[in-house]
């Protein structure tokens, strides 16, 4: 731990911002975040607070723009065009980009966050970086201690945006963490799985093991949530008749799956209301070959790889005295 520039024990702003890098949402987030750490570790740079500032307003100005794009922003309920403005203004797309299409309402309410005041900081910090991005001679800071409370109040913010970002996709996750895993096993058991479908005459769901839930996204109107994990499966060929002579097969297999759901805006949290996409990979099932030559080709198609060349045979044999045992 080193002394922050305050003289106060604990870590520095520098240590404190690199420490954000890993909860930044995408790459070019992060890279900011690095090159404004790298910047403030130059003690002997005149123009640290410069440079940090740049980096920090490339940092907002991508949460305004990339991350914030105008068709999401005016496709919200909350949005209103601002008089004698064309697009939507800053404080609306940090709105956006911190929350999607929830209300302030919403997140003071259900989820005990303060969303104005929050944008308010983020506005101020952004504009104070203004006049150290367009330093001039005259405006050259060059006294560590002057340096070191710009940067600390610039690093809170950044933190402040960060943590809220986290706390708002937390406070809806956590409590639908239990309704995911049950919302995951009722899809995929009331819903006919065609990739698994298509490996064998009939299969059974034996157990789903749900790894990962997580906020995929909050948009305009819908929450997506994403569940991961794995579905036990037990593949059966030939009819149930079949099995009891002993004719057909059965095979235990472990297939990923990831589910998203769609839940609108209005009430995050009911699961009735969601659209839910499933999906099951079974490409493990087709070996190597499969996916060097694709299916429908020579070793390549849906009886092969992963056991299927003996599958296709005791399928394609008429005889039952020679079909090999399973």
């Known amino acids: 731990m080193t002394k922050a520039a305050n003289g106060n024990d604990g870590p520095s702003a520098e240590d404190r911002l690199a420490a954000l890098a890993p909860l930044a949402p995408d790459d070019f987030f992060r890279i900011t975040i690095e090159g404004a750490v790298s910047v403030l570790r130059d003690k002997a740079n005149q123009l640290r607070l410069n440079l940090f500032s740049t980096a920090i307003r490339m940092l907002f100005e991508h949460v305004m723009g990339t ?43 259900e989820l005990g966050l303060e969303p104005q005041e929050l944008r308010i900081g983020l506005l101020r910090a952004f504009n104070k970086l203004s006049k150290h991005v367009h330093g001039r001679a005259d405006t050259l800071v060059r006294d560590p201690a002057e340096q070191a409370a710009e940067v600390e109040a610039t690093v809170a913010a950044v933190e402040e945006l960060i943590h809220a970002y986290h706390d ?9 963490v239990e309704g995911l895993d049950e919302g995951a096993v009722d899809t995929l058991l009331s819903e006919t799985i065609q990739s698994i479908d298509e490996l064998a005459s009939h299969h059974t769901i034996e157990e789903i093991y749900t790894d990962r839930t997580e906020v995929a996204s909050i948009g305009p109107s819908t929450v997506r949530y994403s569940a991961t994990g794995s579905v036990l499966v037990t593949l059966q060929w030939g009819s149930n008749s079949d099995m ?55 070793g390549g198609s849906g009886e092969s790889g992963a056991g299927g060349a003996n599958l296709a045979a005791w399928l394609d044999i008429d005889n039952d005295d020679e079909r090999p045992n399973f």
């Not at 708002?168 to 639908?176: F, G, H, K, T, V």
């Not at 990831?258 to 499933?278: G, K, N, W």
């Not at 079974?282 to 080709?297: K, V």
């Open 168 to 176: 708002c996709r937390a406070a809806l996750i956590d409590p639908l």
């Open 244 to 298: 009891r002579r002993g004719d057909g097969a059965e095979l235990d297999e472990s297939f990923p799956f990831q589910c998203l759901f769609d839940v609108p805006i209005d009430d995050p949290r009911d699961l009735s209301q969601a659209e839910i996409v499933s999906g099951v990979d079974t490409s493990s099932w087709y070996g190597d070959d499969w996916r060097d030559e694709g299916p429908g080709e020579e």
């Open 67 to 109: 991350l914030a794009p105008d068709s999401e922003v005016e496709a919200c309920a909350w949005y209103q065009p601002i008089e004698g403005q064309a697009k939507p203004v800053r404080a609306q797309r940090i709105q956006y980009w911190l929350q999607g299409g929830l209300t302030d309402g919403y997140l003071e309410d």
